[in-house]
């Protein structure tokens, strides 16, 4: 059986079979020609990785992944989000110069929340849409690599206020051919930009197992939560993405493809009540994970 990646972060918990690293590792791109860049622990692995061109984070990174980037001599930017991007894309450019390489052979992975834009906040979208419009050319190819689903990519109007969009890139070489560019639970779903076709990773994961996890596990765990946490902390479902700001004790149960993903309600996300709501969720899933036959690991 596979292992179970367990990690939390202020928004959510998330268990996975298909880490951020392994998106990287096996694209087939050399490792000396590849960059990325991450703000959370579930992004430690692939910041990690021996041999890339160049890693970074922006300022307001955990202090665990700054701690990370600065073992591997990146760039532990000054700057916060999309402001910390760009300097990223600048360092990406001298270590391409150093190495040797045109930056259009550079493919660039970058996370999506807390990288490329705050918490749906899609103000810089529009220089994105410029920049990505040249990738390959005059910027690296760019993979913008996310847990977030597809429907969460498209409804939210992230992909059409960065320029993922067929009417920006359709005139772009580079990603003719190979337009599956956003890579969404954690790159084992694919978004063609072009047409906004989806595609599963199937080949690559065992089905029965993406199968146990997303079916069987999530719906043990969301037995136990419902009746060990629920009424002690006075928690509910929420059955819609859009309306949890609504309902501040809603817990979003995130319905995907390969990954199984329970959002922190709003009201606890920065309080010690939300803390202790992802500990005790980290541990039922981690119990009844490994009840179902797999191992675990806890991302932290």
Not at 127 to 132: D, G, N, Q, T, V
Request: hydrophobic residues 35%; glycine residues 8%; charged residues 30%.
């Amino acid at each position: 059986m596979s292992t179970i990646y367990l990690a939390a972060n202020t928004n959510g918990i998330d268990a996975y079979i298909w880490p951020k690293a392994k998106t990287i590792t096996e694209s087939g791109i050399p490792l000396n020609r590849a960059s990325a860049i991450g703000d959370e622990c579930i992004d430690i692995a692939m910041l990690s990785i021996n041999g890339l061109l160049a890693v970074g984070c922006p300022a307001n990174a955990q202090q665990e992944v700054k701690d990370a980037v600065l073992r591997a001599h990146g760039l532990v930017s000054g700057r916060e989000d999309y402001d910390g991007f760009r300097e990223f894309m600048g360092y990406t450019r001298e270590k391409a110069t150093m190495s040797g390489l045109d930056i259009g052979e550079v493919v660039c992975f970058s996370d999506k929340d807390g990288v490329l834009c705050g918490k749906r906040d899609y103000s810089r979208g529009s220089e994105f849409a410029k920049l990505i419009r040249r990738s390959g050319e005059d910027y690296p190819l760019m993979r913008v690599i996310t847990g977030s689903t597809v429907s969460q990519n498209r409804e939210s109007g992230f992909m059409e206020a960065y320029g993922l969009t067929p009417d920006n890139l359709r005139g772009n070489s580079a990603i003719a051919k190979d337009p599956y560019i956003v890579l969404c639970e954690n790159g084992s779903v694919r978004i063609n930009v072009l047409d906004h076709r989806d595609v599963i990773v199937s080949d690559r994961l065992d089905e029965e197992q993406v199968r146990l996890l997303t079916e069987d596990c999530r719906e043990d765990v969301m037995v136990r939560m419902e009746q060990e946490l629920f009424p002690e902390m006075n928690l509910n479902w929420e059955a819609e993405y859009m309306r949890q700001k609504d309902n501040i004790r809603g817990v979003y149960a995130v319905p995907k493809k390969t990954m199984v993903t329970f959002n922190v309600p709003q009201s606890l996300r920065t309080t010690e009540e939300g803390f202790k709501f992802r500990k005790k969720v980290l541990n039922i899933l981690d119990e009844e994970i490994r009840r179902n036959g797999f191992a675990t690991e806890i991302v932290t």
